[in-house]
């Protein structure tokens, strides 16, 4: 079964939960446009969710999700909530979402984990969830050690449950090998980047725009915590400091509120712009519609050339 038919939406995306980028109108105007947004709980409050709930159901009646980060300090309450309102999706990161399943499948709510290892992927499949999905160190963010050709062939070949891709896709062809490797379709975040209704500052936009491939690295691999970002004053230093054995609370230092800096304030210095080592595919600001039309457009023109072959 396609990701359309398990979510009832009309293409087969889902947007990442990327932390405070992926508001309550950032995940309607996703869903208005046919794939499935979803409200990130990352630097949310419990009450913050709430806030952002109401303003998505204010936006669409389309479905919807969430995406949990489980080290949230109110994740407690974040995963009440979400049954209350009795939220179509939601997806995890960060953490094992084993003792909220059962709660959240009373609400009728599907489930799906975003993992980055099939050990972890085997793990959800025997706690009930709907899907897994398996991301690659491609993404941007935070990411494991594993690429997304392996770990999602690795995982749909496991696991009998519906398996979604991401990291790494930004086109048509993405998708389609994406598909090849046994994935009912997709997640993305970096394409988004650059979208009209994206709530990043036009900074960001601009930058995402410019970036080649080659401007993507990761901090945080020696200390355990690696995270992809696009290369700037704050993340060189942070990686020299990491290299001379500074501790986590010298870096923290670095990085504090730097995510914020860059989205809500365009400080492209001293901000982390996280980003995906697809960002050179992202070429130009464009609606959520008009990329989504793209996308599907030339994923089907692939596929009909390969089945042409």
């Known amino acids: 079964m396609r990701l359309e038919e398990i979510l009832n939406i009309k293409y087969p995306f889902i947007q990442g939960g990327m932390a405070h980028i992926a508001t309550g109108e950032f995940a309607a105007a996703i869903s208005n446009a046919g794939g499935l947004g979803l409200i990130g709980t990352g630097g949310l409050s419990a009450s913050d ?11 669409t009646d389309k479905p919807f999700g969430v995406n949990i980060l489980l080290i949230n300090p109110e994740v407690e309450e974040i995963a009440e909530i979400v049954s209350d309102y009795k939220i179509p999706v939601v997806t995890t990161g960060a953490g094992n979402p084993g003792k909220y399943i059962e709660k959240w499948k009373e609400s009728n709510i599907k489930v799906f984990p975003v993992v980055s290892s099939k050990a972890l992927a085997v793990r959800m499949e025997r706690l009930g969830v709907d899907g897994i999905i398996a991301e690659g160190q491609e993404a941007g963010g ?11 062939h690795q995982i749909a070949d ?9 990291g790494g896709i930004a086109s048509g062809k993405q998708i389609l090998a994406a598909e090849v490797l046994g994935a009912v379709g997709v997640q993305m975040g970096t394409c988004l980047l650059a979208t009209n209704e994206c709530p990043v500052h036009e900074k960001y936009k601009d930058r995402i725009i410019a970036a080649k491939s080659s401007q993507v690295t990761v ?3 020696i200390n355990g915590l690696p995270n992809r970002v696009l290369k700037n004053k704050m993340v060189n230093e942070y990686i020299e400091k990491e290299k001379q054995g500074a501790t986590m609370e010298e870096l923290e230092i670095l990085t504090l509120g ?34 989504f039309e793209k996308l599907y457009s030339d994923y089907l023109l692939e596929k009909k050339k390969l089945c042409a072959k």
């Not at 969710?49 to 936006?59: A, G, N, P, T």
């Not at 304030?265 to 992202?282: K, L, S």
Request: glycine fraction near 8%; proline fraction near 1%; include cysteine.
């Open 158 to 166: 496991e696991l009998s449950i519906p398996v979604i891709a991401a």
């Open 49 to 59: 969710l709430k806030k952002q709930i109401e303003i998505c159901k204010s936006k």
């Open 142 to 152: 935070h990411i494991g050690e594993l690429t997304s050709m392996v770990l999602i």
């Open 219 to 221: 901090m945080g691999r």
């Open 258 to 291: 730097s995510l914020r800096k860059a989205v809500h304030e365009g400080d492209m210095t001293n901000g982390t712009i996280m980003a995906g080592q697809v960002v050179e595919e992202v070429k130009e600001k464009t609606s959520v519609k008009a990329l």
